[in-house]
């Protein structure tokens, strides 16, 4: 099935810098890609998503990168406040799994004064 | 608008015991809902899926049952807890017949001792 890694573990940002998390994944036949913030002992909640018939998309301050050839995408955050601190997890829909969100690990970012 | 609503917030039941978690979701006819599961600092698991009512795929083997007795309610039960059991249950639901943006409902916070 399925496997989404998540490369960067935690990633420590000054306000103002720009973050950027990498995803990977193994199943060609992944279509959408979204990703989710979960803020401290919250829920989770949509921050953007990119489906597989273009190679970016950018939505105010958020940029995500998709390269189907090397089965990765990223999410670039620029101009980095105090309430992007949170948890973005990557996921990878394969409609011939069901229809199955695999989810990465999660990156805890953390937006320095 | 549509609205998610989980209950219980939280709860803190004994090895062994029953468990019974709900959802329901108001202002969308027929949607497409799920229970997924995130160990504590850990990634999100999908558990179940429902497209209609009376009718539940797993995912996962956790000694979990899910049912869904009407359009818009969705539970999640086991009889026997296991400590493993212990974590964050979401629910959420999708639009439509393809498993893409998701809505998540604010969580249940389980603790087995």
């Known amino acids: 099935g399925e496997k989404v890694e998540q490369h960067e573990s935690t990633l420590s940002v000054r306000e103002g810098d720009s973050a950027v998390i990498n995803c990977t994944y193994t199943?060609?036949?992944?279509?959408?890609f979204p990703w989710y913030k979960q803020e401290a002992g919250k829920s989770l909640h949509f921050v953007i998503d990119?489906?597989?018939?273009?190679d970016r998309k950018q939505s105010q301050r958020l940029t995500v990168l998709l390269d189907k050839k090397a089965k990765r995408f990223s999410l670039h955050i620029t101009a980095t406040q105090p309430e992007d601190s949170a948890i973005y997890f990557c996921a990878a829909l394969t409609n011939s799994a069901g229809n199955k969100l695999t989810f990465g690990i999660g990156t805890r970012v953390l937006v320095r004064p | 608008a549509q609205t998610i609503h989980q209950w219980p917030v939280a709860e803190i039941k004994a090895v062994g015991s029953p468990l019974s978690l709900g959802c329901t979701i108001k202002g969308k006819s027929s949607p497409n809902l799920y229970w997924y599961w995130q160990a504590t600092g850990g990634t999100l698991q999908q558990l179940f899926y429902?497209?209609?009512?009376?009718?539940v795929e797993s995912v996962v083997q956790l000694n979990l049952s899910a049912s869904r007795p009407k359009d818009d309610q969705f539970i999640l039960s086991t009889e026997k807890l296991l400590l493993s059991h212990s974590g964050f249950y979401l629910c959420a639901w999708s639009p439509g017949i393809s498993n893409e943006r998701l809505f998540f409902g604010h969580g249940t916070k389980l603790s087995v001792l």
């Open positions: 199943d060609t036949a992944s279509s959408y």
């Open positions: 429902s497209i209609t009512v009376g009718q």
């Open positions: 990119i489906r597989s018939n273009v």
